[in-house]
């Protein structure tokens, strides 16, 4: 190893912006189920969340280690595939954290907090347009439409990263750091605030479940079918995250921009008019996305720096 490559590799810092913001966040949940137990508040199977956790801050911290073990100018097959999973390893765990909120979330609040916000809704519009909406205007195509609006969520938070790695590694950079930014943030807000969204009321979780109409409606009602997960509604992390997607898709790659516009657009009307959240938990969505993108730019280079 020359001086200069010896100079590179010392240089590097032990913990990624990424890897700092997820061990915040891990740190929070364990340390809020403990008090949770501690105080013997409502705590869901943490004989089964408290290892995970854990075991998730022990790979962060393997990982971390390995990179400096193993640095990539000596072991560049190892070094490069190390380097993209500590790029992306917080996405592989979206969907557990999501899932894992129930177990934490009731902790400060013993009940759902919906009717505070169903009548919020209420005093906006003078009825429940999670409720009515899905009903009044339920005409098939519709229906598809919304829900195919709803579906998009997936293919764009799949498609646009992997678009970025493949042609512009700085763009990915900062597109998979504010996601797992925004995410984290929603999550944060659902560990104290437990919200159902427009399922509260027995009809509408009876409606988001219901087989009907197109191949999309009946895809989104096989999901919420077999999702056990209730209490992460506001704000809506669905609207947030494809809002996140269409500013960074606007930056790079405008015409996918101007497609997620639209997408977007039509995704936040499906989420109350599948009865899946709250109209507040819309307005919600779109500030958390918004704000919590340019923030997110914010506190990485703050990172970055330390």
């Given at each position: 190893?020359?001086?200069?490559?010896?100079?590179?590799?010392?240089?590097?810092?032990?913990f990624?912006?990424?890897?700092?913001?997820?061990?915040?966040?891990?740190?929070?949940?364990?340390?809020?189920?403990?008090?949770?137990?501690?105080?013997?508040?409502?705590?869901?199977?943490?004989?089964?969340?408290?290892p995970?956790?854990?075991?998730?801050?022990?790979l962060?911290?393997?990982?971390?280690?390995?990179?400096?073990?193993?640095?990539?100018d000596r072991?560049?097959?190892?070094?490069?595939?190390?380097?993209?999973?500590?790029?992306?390893?917080?996405?592989?765990?979206?969907?557990?954290?999501?899932?894992?909120?129930?177990?934490?979330?009731?902790?400060?609040?013993?009940?759902?907090?919906?009717?505070?916000?169903?009548?919020?809704d209420?005093?906006?519009?003078?009825?429940?347009?999670?409720?009515?909406?899905?009903?009044?205007?339920?005409?098939?195509?519709?229906?598809?439409?919304?829900h195919f609006?709803?579906?998009?969520?997936?293919?764009?938070?799949?498609?646009?990263?992997?678009?970025?790695?493949?042609?512009?590694?700085?763009?990915?950079?900062?597109?998979?750091?504010?996601?797992?930014?925004?995410?984290?943030?929603?999550?944060?807000?659902?560990?104290?605030?437990?919200?159902?969204?427009?399922?509260?009321?027995?009809?509408a979780?009876?409606?988001?479940?219901?087989?009907?109409?197109?191949?999309?409606?009946?895809?989104?009602?096989?999901?919420?079918?077999?999702?056990?997960?209730?209490?992460?509604a506001?704000?809506?992390?669905?609207?947030?995250?494809?809002?996140?997607?269409?500013?960074?898709?606007?930056?790079?790659?405008?015409?996918?921009?101007?497609?997620?516009?639209?997408?977007?657009?039509?995704?936040?009307?499906?989420?109350?008019?599948?009865h899946?959240?709250?109209?507040?938990?819309?307005?919600?969505?779109?500030?958390?996305?918004?704000?919590?993108?340019?923030?997110?730019?914010i506190?990485?280079?703050?990172?970055?720096?330390?």
């Amino acid at each position: 190893m020359t001086r200069k490559s010896h100079q590179q590799t010392e240089a590097l810092p032990f913990f990624s912006a990424i890897d700092k913001i997820t061990i915040a966040f891990c740190a929070w949940i364990l340390v809020y189920m403990l008090a949770g137990l501690a105080l013997g508040r409502t705590v869901i199977e943490p004989w089964l969340h408290l290892p995970a956790y854990l075991s998730i801050l022990t790979l962060v911290l393997l990982m971390a280690w390995a990179q400096q073990r193993f640095p990539r100018d000596r072991y560049p097959r190892f070094g490069r595939a190390l380097s993209f999973v500590r790029a992306i390893y917080p996405v592989l765990f979206f969907t557990y954290f999501y899932i894992s909120g129930y177990a934490v979330n009731r902790i400060i609040f013993g009940e759902w907090q919906d009717p505070f916000f169903y009548r919020l809704d209420k005093a906006l519009f003078g009825y429940y347009p999670s409720l009515e909406w899905g009903q009044r205007y339920g005409h098939w195509l519709l229906q598809e439409l919304m829900h195919f609006a709803y579906f998009c969520y997936y293919p764009m938070i799949a498609g646009l990263p992997v678009y970025f790695y493949f042609r512009n590694k700085r763009a990915f950079s900062e597109l998979i750091f504010a996601l797992t930014f925004v995410f984290y943030l929603c999550y944060f807000i659902y560990s104290l605030l437990p919200v159902v969204g427009g399922r509260y009321f027995p009809e509408a979780m009876a409606l988001s479940r219901a087989y009907q109409a197109g191949p999309f409606t009946r895809i989104m009602a096989f999901i919420y079918n077999y999702s056990r997960h209730l209490g992460g509604a506001f704000p809506s992390s669905h609207i947030a995250i494809s809002l996140v997607l269409t500013i960074a898709a606007l930056r790079y790659i405008r015409p996918w921009g101007i497609a997620f516009c639209v997408v977007s657009f039509f995704l936040t009307l499906a989420t109350v008019y599948c009865h899946y959240h709250w109209f507040v938990d819309a307005l919600g969505g779109i500030f958390i996305g918004i704000f919590g993108y340019y923030l997110a730019g914010i506190v990485r280079a703050r990172l970055e720096r330390t």
